[in-house]
């Protein structure tokens, strides 16, 4: 069974930093596309940032400079290095695994503070 679990959410100030883990249970070799979507209050989830199994990446115009995902296939994680940030970054922030299934782990809040 596969099993996402996000770490290294808080809260931070605007113009602060953090960076977010996905670490999964089995080899992340296995998922085509790997991704980062947040979800704010009353607002449907959206996507943040994918990086496919040869590092190509893509992101939403929002977070475009200022977010870097990337993947370590040795360690199975999955990172989101989240620089510049503002208090409309503010959500909670799934990981999320696709190959034949896609997979969602249980989600890490981040607040960021005005």
């Known amino acids: 069974q596969v099993q996402l679990v996000e770490s290294g959410g808080g809260l931070v100030q605007a113009g602060g930093s953090l960076r977010l883990s996905c670490a999964a249970s089995?080899?992340?070799?296995?998922?085509?596309?790997m991704g980062w979507y947040r979800q704010a209050p009353g607002k449907q989830r959206e996507l943040v940032a994918t990086?496919?199994?040869?590092?190509?990446?893509n992101y939403a115009d929002s977070v475009k400079g200022r977010f870097t995902i990337s993947r370590d296939n040795a360690k199975n994680t999955l990172y989101l290095q989240m620089n510049s940030l503002k208090p409309e970054d503010t959500a909670v922030y799934f990981c999320?695994?696709?190959?034949?299934?896609?997979?969602w782990g249980q989600g890490t809040q981040v607040t960021v503070s005005s």
């Open positions: 089995v080899s992340i070799f296995s998922f085509n596309t």
């Open positions: 990086i496919t199994s040869n590092g190509t990446s």
């Open positions: 999320n695994a696709a190959n034949f299934l896609s997979y």
